[in-house]
């Protein structure tokens, strides 16, 4: 497993993807989606020119951030999972982005916990494309009501939308939920004048079309580091 080498791989294909529609590249960030992964495949592929990486898990975040940062202050660290409410003092403390917002109680819980370091936090509203019971994420539907939620809150800085869509073995079933969170970002901006830089979308098996429908931020994981090991 080299990472030096998925890496090269995948930016030649975030480069051949962005400039299929005609898009800059270099306006793509590449999101290491780290979690399971030890300090030293984050150390490697940092090393090889990725200073973006996300986790899923609070404790295991703080853990490799507290480990990384004296030496490695430039790592853009991003927030990707679930949230729970009780939570939300470590992530705002600890984490730049945030792409999980998806209730108001957790949106109260960030505002607050930002406040009281003085910090505006920035997020992502996470919409649950696919309208699945499992997954996270606020209905579409209920996302303009989430939204005017956030903006009255002087601690929570909104920068986009993320998804994550139902599985499928072809990869193209996954460019009609990128295209509708694309319309549902821009629908947001038209409606309330304000300008959303981010669309957080796309993994390993399908980044390639959510560039081609407008991903500014694609978390790659097992591209960059192979298959999870999960201790047992």
């Given at each position: 497993?080299?990472?030096?080498?998925?890496?090269?791989k995948?930016?030649?294909?975030?480069?051949?993807?962005?400039?299929?529609?005609?898009?800059?590249?270099?306006?793509?960030?590449?999101?290491?989606?780290?979690?399971?992964?030890?300090?030293?495949?984050?150390?490697?592929?940092?090393?090889?020119?990725?200073?973006?990486?996300?986790?899923?898990?609070?404790?295991?975040?703080?853990?490799?951030?507290?480990?990384?940062?004296?030496?490695?202050?430039?790592?853009?660290?991003?927030?990707?999972?679930?949230?729970?409410?009780?939570?939300?003092?470590?992530?705002?403390?600890?984490?730049?982005?945030?792409?999980?917002?998806?209730?108001?109680s957790?949106?109260?819980?960030?505002?607050?916990?930002?406040?009281?370091?003085?910090?505006?936090?920035?997020?992502?509203?996470?919409?649950?494309?696919?309208?699945?019971?499992?997954?996270?994420?606020?209905?579409?539907?209920?996302?303009?009501?989430?939204?005017?939620?956030?903006?009255?809150?002087?601690?929570?800085?909104?920068?986009?939308?993320?998804?994550?869509?139902?599985?499928?073995?072809?990869?193209?079933?996954?460019?009609r939920?990128?295209?509708?969170?694309?319309?549902?970002?821009?629908?947001?901006?038209?409606?309330?004048?304000?300008?959303?830089?981010?669309?957080?979308?796309?993994m390993?098996?399908?980044?390639?079309?959510?560039?081609?429908?407008?991903?500014?931020?694609?978390?790659?994981?097992?591209?960059?580091?192979g298959?999870?090991?999960?201790?047992?």
């Open positions: 497993m080299d990472i030096k080498e998925n890496l090269e995948i930016y030649e294909t975030i480069r051949k993807s962005a400039e299929k529609v005609g898009r800059n590249p270099n306006e793509i960030i590449l999101l290491g989606a780290s979690k399971t992964q030890p300090v030293e495949k984050i150390i490697e592929a940092y090393n090889a020119g990725l200073k973006y990486f996300g986790e899923n898990k609070v404790q295991e975040g703080m853990k490799k951030i507290d480990e990384l940062k004296p030496k490695y202050s430039d790592i853009h660290w991003h927030f990707i999972g679930g949230l729970q409410t009780n939570k939300a003092k470590y992530v705002v403390k600890y984490f730049e982005l945030i792409h999980s917002v998806d209730r108001k957790l949106v109260d819980e960030i505002d607050k916990r930002a406040k009281k370091i003085d910090k505006v936090q920035e997020c992502l509203i996470e919409v649950n494309i696919g309208d699945e019971e499992t997954k996270y994420g606020v209905n579409p539907e209920d996302l303009e009501e989430l939204y005017e939620y956030c903006l009255s809150k002087e601690n929570i800085k909104i920068l986009g939308l993320m998804c994550i869509p139902p599985y499928s073995e072809d990869k193209e079933q996954s460019r939920y990128f295209i509708k969170l694309r319309e549902l970002k821009e629908k947001l901006e038209n409606k309330y004048k304000v300008k959303l830089p981010h669309l957080s979308m796309g390993s098996d399908d980044f390639d079309i959510a560039i081609e429908e407008g991903a500014t931020i694609v978390r790659v994981g097992t591209a960059i580091f298959e999870r090991i999960y201790s047992t």
